[in-house]
């Protein structure tokens, strides 16, 4: 039988196969909403909690860029508050949350060898690449949080008391151990690259772990653009950029002095 | 003594005043989470239901119009997750969502006037202006859900509960009632409105209620492109759209044949 | 016949009726393409200068919020530039802009009437419901550019030559001089207010008017980011508002404490 | 001296240190004042003309797939026109637009090899380099447009004559061919190639050509806003789309059933 995403009746709503006013609505909370909603199932009251915590980690992160240009576009545009949350989400990518996918992608190859020699060598290979493409792990490494972030362990042992298991975790130990003897530094686990791991112990594909930040963000946009209504803050950061960054302007590299034909 | 959004030390994080590790993650739902990010302190257990509640609601609604933008801009753009979620998000204005913040706006205008004469008055001012404009009543009337939309008793019913009163929907139902008479037309209240009254009834500033709505379609936006990776539809709804819609071109109004000078 | 916005064959490719490769590339400017698109024809050389005049002016306006928020959101995710400009396009809303697309509508509004008594009289219409309602006339009032706007006698001087008359820039000009008198205020006509006008001189719907200014922003924030990629300055505006903007916490305003239930 | 991108005083306005009033406004054209906002120099005019012939080239391709999403956000959030082109442009990703900023990084790194043995070295390991990647050459093949693309030829010799050489083009035909003989396809040269060869030409840096694609086609999307004001189809997409795509549920990969704990 064909299920959709979710449709509606004159008298009822069906989501994901459920029953919004019967079995929705008052019923499950939020993290379990969005577990169905991905997986079209409900979750074990582990699995829930595994996402909840995984949310409410990334929901607030005080002052940050993507911060600033949702409260900057709220002050060009107030009453569209839709584009000021899409518009801090466009800076939630590859720098600050490629960690969470990429590190979801790694932990899930490196998992699906047995433990012993043969993870070993299959880090090993991950790592010399690694350094091969002078590239980073995605999941380690902490410009603040050292030598230990605080969120990393609170979330492993949350999970693992919660699922009953710790496999992505002990991978991620594993490549870190082995990453901070390889390149002689200190590489802490960071809360992207524990996140990343969590997820993977519920079952989430990569490809969609980078959603849950989104989501958790998004609530923190709105959390931010709330406070801007009360604590405006947009202008001071326009009026202080213009004064304080006066600066050189280039001479794009690459483009020569105009040939005239 | 100042208290910010967030703030990182090397070893704790505080988020809205309270510790991240201690007192948030595995503590707090994302319910919870996402009231203490508006407001700065953690909800009553009824409070959250109702955020709860608002956000299940909210989520998913099956192949509309925001969820198709979002995956056409995923089939474009596959590696940056977080602009088809801005993609969708930017849909979600005042056509579908209008009636949440709207509909908060007019009810708490009512709500400060004393119930009986005085807010009936209030409340025949307020339609006689809807006339005058030739607008509607945002919350009430709905294409499909007739005579009753199902979701609003049910959001009624656990917000008394939840909350211990029922304030706002009152004046949504005698506003409801007094419009049906006066513009002689079966007009239910909708999921919308009775959404807006119920954040009311937590206390929520109406200019931040539309904030809910996108919290909740974020997640339901992830959801979709997730099924789009899984089960793809937009190839197949671009060469539907380019098959079945070629139509006239338009002479734009208002822009005469060209004047040579 | 039918005419749609463009097709392809396996050997050519149709633009508004018009080929591509024979007709178009290295044949007309990117105004005169850009007026094709909307209308469904070739301007004449001084509606092409007029389109050519309003984004040239309308491109870069040095470091305003949303050229901040596109270099903050480069910043997060440099391998998608669409979304960096995205970014900073939804700052540019009602605030910044509206007194374009507003100031249009009026304009068009009130040269509907002839010239003499009845458009003084519409004029005057207008003035007491803008007083009526609080409001401010779109076009008219600058924060720098006082007493005179330098760049609305250009635009009206190149407008009236290329165009060969002068309507709606001289309802502006009745219009401002009414209110400036009504108002006991120095009003000058903005940039906005003059594009507006000529814009409508050249018969565009009010309603697409900010879609200049948007086409326009779009040029001013590529050139942003191209500067932010060899010029940084969002980190240190990530800093820079970190630093110095602490604040209360507010109590947001309708929220009592909770109730327990 | 310092220059800036933009600085405001009260009687006159600088962009990239020219007058906006006395320089620019009515004597330069929109492709001019694109390249000066990025260069922080005027054009000669060859270097105009292929601005000029790129962004016309780009601005419209009839209803694809960003066209469809702008047109769906403008449906449910039609006072906010830059979010439904906001919404457009972040499907202008990878897939489409890929080839003209990895193209001009591919044909970039290869001009900088003397012609001659030293650049077909560069040639044969670059295409080396793509297969065992398993990837694909940027700037060739197309579904649509074969054997050849009838925009090529047409830019190529346009920019000649504009530019008064011919470098990039002639290394993106000896990548070409040696492409088609080593991988034994029809692999036609495509407009995003043709465009990142003669951006290339002009001198621009590679990592932001994909901003003149989103320029123009912030001008297209306009267009066709402006299309779905007077020839709405956006409604029908959503039924045609709700109709015709019931699809099977999918058991997400990876996630298996609940572990109760």
Redesign the interface.
Known sequence: M????????????I???KD??EE???K????S??FL???????????A?VV??V???L???????????AR????????????????G?????????GAI?NGARVL?HLAREPVGDSRHRAIEAYLDDVATRNDRVPGIGHP???P?D??VE??FA?SE?????RTHPDVLVALQQRAAEKFGRVLPINADGAIAAILSD????W??C???A??AR???L??????E???P??M???N???E??????????????????
Chains 1, 2, 3, 4 share one sequence.
């Open positions: 064909k299920q959709t995403m979710g449709q509606s009746e004159p008298d009822r709503i989501v994901r196969g919004l006013c929705i609505i008052g499950i909370d939020f993290a909403m969005f909603e991905l997986t079209g199932r409900l979750p074990s009251p582990g699995e909690r909840d915590a949310l409410v980690t929901m607030e992160h005080g002052i940050t860029g993507t911060a600033i240009a900057l576009t709220y002050l060009g545009a107030p009453s569209a508050l839709q584009g000021a949350v899409a518009s989400l466009l800076g939630a990518g590859d720098v600050f949350l996918d899930q603040v949080h050292k230990v605080p969120r609170v979330l949350m008391e919660a699922l009953g298991h519920v079952g989430f594909d490809r969609i980078r959603g849950f989104l989501v998004s609530a923190g709105v959390g931010h653009i709330y406070d209504m009360t604590n803050i947009a001071d950061v326009w202080l950029t213009d304080r960054t006066t600066y050189e302007n280039p001479t794009p590299r690459g483009l020569p002095a105009a040939r005239e034909v």
